[in-house]
């Protein structure tokens, strides 16, 4: 099953946000609600989600469930 919900943690401040994950298209950048941050994602990783979310973002789930070799944000 696929989670849509990830907490993204800001390595600078430490606020936790809940937040929705889309599923059509990848969040490269995500502006932090407590200190202003714009957080992108660490290298190798390819979305805010897969580097500072407690879970990764949906095809990075796909591929772990299946094996089949899906790659993040619609390049399958």
């Known amino acids: 099953m696929i989670e849509l919900k990830s907490e993204i943690t ?3 401040c430490g606020l936790k946000k809940l937040e929705n994950m ?3 298209a990848c969040w490269f950048f995500y502006d ?3 200190c ?3 957080l992108r994602p660490n290298a190798g990783d390819c979305c805010v ?3 500072f ?3 990764p973002c949906p095809p990075i789930q796909e591929t772990r469930a299946d094996r089949k070799g899906a ?4 390049g399958r």
Do not use: A, L, W
């Open 32 to 34: 932090c609600k407590g």
């Open 22 to 24: 889309p599923t059509e």
């Open 10 to 12: 800001c390595p600078t």
């Open 71 to 74: 790659t993040c944000c619609g």
């Open 49 to 51: 989600f897969c580097s």
């Open 53 to 55: 979310g407690t879970i």
């Open 36 to 38: 202003g941050v714009k």
